[in-house]
T-cell receptor, first 114, second 114 residues
């Protein structure tokens, strides 16, 4: 079965510092999408960033960027200038081989220290 | 606000009972996904519908069923409820069945089985 692995159950970072959350996945597809979603204490799921595997360039959204290593099947999320509002669970997700569903990681809890 | 609505927000019921959760996708979205999130866990994909037809099935119990109606709203029916069914149930929608589209999540229905 396909899996997405987030090896860090919890991470903490000082406000204004940079933190990187790791994610590895497996797939037999050559073109697919990868996602990072954020779930703050409100429990609402919010898309943070999306990467198409076909594109070499790493996706960037303001303070959020990814380090996508296709050969290594690695998709890490870098948060720069961390803010208190970034405190949340972060989930990595990969398209399933059927392309009809997302395969989700177990999540990383990010704590921001003031 | 994602544009996806779910009702009810909270549901408390007893073991053995049956409940129905309702989801209205974003205007124009044809695909609906259902997820279960138990306490401090990741997301478990249950089922996906596209334009009224079942498209993909995940870890959905036989006691659970779903359907998508002609107006594209969807219902998730949970029967013979057990204590372990207590969870947050999310609905998400996307424009098409093919992923690469962002999934827009509703606020969730919190089910408590006593």
């Amino acid at each position: 079965a396909q899996t997405v692995t987030q090896s860090q159950p919890e991470m903490s970072v000082q406000e204004a510092e940079t933190v990187t959350l790791s994610c590895t996945y497996d797939t037999s597809e050559s073109d697919y999408y990868l996602f990072w979603y954020k779930q703050p204490p409100s429990r609402q799921m919010i898309l943070v960033i999306r990467q198409e595997a076909y594109k070499q360039q790493n996706a960037t959204e303001n303070r959020f960027s990814v380090n996508f290593q296709k050969a290594a099947k690695s998709f890490s999320l870098k948060i720069s200038d961390s803010q208190l509002g970034d405190a949340a669970m972060y989930f990595c997700a990969s398209e399933g081989d059927s392309n009809y569903q997302l395969i989700w990681g177990a999540g990383t809890k990010l704590i921001i220290k003031p | 606000d994602s544009g996806v609505t779910q009702t009810p927000k909270h549901l408390i019921t007893a073991t053995g009972q049956r409940v129905t959760l309702r989801c209205s996708p974003r205007s124009g979205d044809l695909s609906v996904y259902w997820y279960q999130q138990s306490l401090d866990q990741g997301l478990q994909f249950l089922i996906q519908y596209y334009n009224g037809e079942e498209r993909a099935k995940g870890n959905i119990l036989e006691r659970f069923s779903a359907q998508q109606f002609p107006d594209l709203h969807s219902e998730l029916n949970l029967s013979s409820l057990e204590l372990g069914d207590s969870a947050l149930y999310f609905c998400a929608s996307s424009p098409r069945g093919r992923l690469g589209n962002e999934q827009f999540f509703g606020p969730g229905t919190r089910l408590t089985v006593l």
